[in-house]
């Protein structure tokens, strides 16, 4: 396994030039093809680097996010299923965050008893610091008072799921 993760590493760098040659000279569907199966390689590949290993992760994220941005068709339908249909999406969202929660035990909770201030100071950053840069995003980017109105309620907001499932991964204290 860990070969061919070092063979896909260095393809998927060498198909880095011929991605560039590709942009060079507009070649526009042989650019997006490369694109997203050097990110794919390069992603399966920082496996065997034992260095840098725990970055795949991150090159996965970036991988998909390549695969979305070069074929957003393939990620809005697949056969008769809507994935943009907020129904799926809301349990979808649920099953993730059953599962994060079937995680935690009582220890967890105990554990943050004894990190108070550490738990104080992150309540208070996320309601002073977090809308105050809403804040002053809008301020900079002059939005209608609707949408900034908006940017700072959601300043507000804990960042839920997605930190959750970051977490979860790095296996951190998922209770906090």
């Known amino acids: 396994m860990l070969t061919a993760q070092r063979y896909s590493f260095w393809v998927g760098l060498l198909s880095?030039?011929?991605?560039f040659l590709c942009y060079i000279l507009d070649w526009e569907q042989l650019f997006a093809s490369l694109a997203v199966v050097a990110s794919i390689l390069i992603?399966?590949?920082f496996g065997s680097l034992r260095s840098l290993s725990t970055y795949q992760y991150t090159l996965w994220i970036i991988a998909a996010i390549v695969c979305g941005l070069t074929y957003p068709a393939a990620f809005l339908q697949w056969g008769s299923v809507d994935l943009r249909n907020p129904w799926l999406i809301l349990i979808v969202v649920q099953i993730i965050m059953f599962g994060m929660g079937t995680q935690m035990s009582y220890h967890d909770f105990i554990g943050i008893k004894t990190m108070g201030r550490?738990?104080?100071v992150g309540v208070v950053c996320q309601f002073?610091?977090?809308p105050i840069a809403g804040y002053l995003l809008t301020r900079v980017f002059t939005f209608e008072p609707e949408i900034a109105a908006g940017i700072i309620?959601?300043?507000?907001c804990s960042s839920g799921l997605a930190s959750n499932v970051m977490v979860y991964l790095a296996r951190a204290n998922l209770a906090l």
């Open 16 to 19: 880095l030039p011929a991605m």
């Open 153 to 156: 309620l959601i300043g507000s």
């Open 43 to 45: 992603a399966f590949g």
């Open 128 to 130: 002073s610091i977090m």
């Open 118 to 120: 550490g738990v104080l």
